[in-house]
């Protein structure tokens, strides 16, 4: 039997092995997975997995059974554009997808991507959602091309500026005249709980279906609460498979409204 390394693990192992991958964001083809053959701008530091078609695999099979053509969904927290290549090929021309991504330089991979793919019905919004009042310009730590409110203070860490605004607000100034939003997928890298304050009328109205990434140190029972008091079932379904424990970090969750079987239409 062969010993084991105390303390190592595939995830701590990934940061290393990251530094010898390169950091050159361009173009690349999709090699593998149900997005196989779609291109996208990014680099291998940044996103291997998006790269090689391994990443999401389940979520990309929920859209799959949840997300119909002509639909309008929002891809909040979108990163360099992976989820939204998938929403866009099932809502088709007739449909339209909101990528919300607050880094500029990584909204700006994602445009590209958009390009790339002749995704017309995707739109491209360089801010990120939260609960200001409108509009506000906030400070956070970046990581991987990605905003990441999880992380630890660090002086060797370099911060940016993005703007966050209030769906609510943002929402008619954007949506061209068409209110419905049928689905939402959020995942923002501990800031869940601000987006959602920040789309509570909007939840309250129209009760889209909702996929939530749930990230370290976001408390699950004000997640909860939140959602009951908008019209949602508090219980859910796990996106990735996993065992008796309920809301692991880094796992998606699909909610839908009072009204809706149970099931979560999967």
């Not at 929402?171 to 869940?192: C, S, T, Y």
Request: aromatic share 8%; glycine share 10%; charged share 25%.
């Amino acid at each position: 039997m062969g010993h084991e390394v105390q303390g190592s693990s595939p995830l701590s192992l990934k940061p290393l092995a990251r530094r010898f991958l390169s950091a050159r964001v361009k173009p690349h083809r999709i090699l593998a997975g149900p997005l196989r053959g779609a291109r996208i701008v990014t680099s291998w530091h940044d996103y291997p997995g998006s790269i090689m078609g391994r990443t999401e695999r389940d979520l990309l099979d929920w859209f799959q059974q949840n997300v119909k053509p002509g639909e309008t969904w929002l891809d909040v927290g979108a990163h360099y554009g992976y989820t939204a290549i998938g929403l866009s090929r099932l809502v088709g021309p007739s449909g339209r997808v909101f990528a919300f991504e607050p880094v500029v330089s990584t909204a700006g991979c994602v445009a590209q991507t958009r390009i790339l793919n002749g995704l017309t019905q995707a739109t491209v919004v360089p801010c990120g959602l939260g609960d200001p009042e409108s509009l506000a310009c906030f400070k956070l730590p970046l990581e991987r091309g990605m905003a990441d409110q999880t992380l630890i203070a660090d002086a060797e860490r370099w911060w940016e500026s993005i703007q966050i605004a209030r769906l609510d607000w943002l929402w008619p100034r954007l949506n061209g005249g068409i209110d419905a939003i049928d689905g939402v997928k959020i995942d923002v890298q501990g800031m869940e709980i601000d987006a959602l304050r920040g789309m509570e009328d909007l939840l309250r109205r129209q009760h889209p279906k909702l996929v939530i990434e749930l990230h370290d140190g976001v408390d699950r029972t004000t997640v909860l609460d939140l959602l009951a008091r908008t019209g949602y079932q508090t219980r859910c379904c796990a996106i990735e498979p996993q065992g008796d424990a309920r809301f692991k970090d880094n796992h998606s969750y699909a909610f839908v409204a009072n009204e809706v079987n149970p099931s979560c239409a999967r």
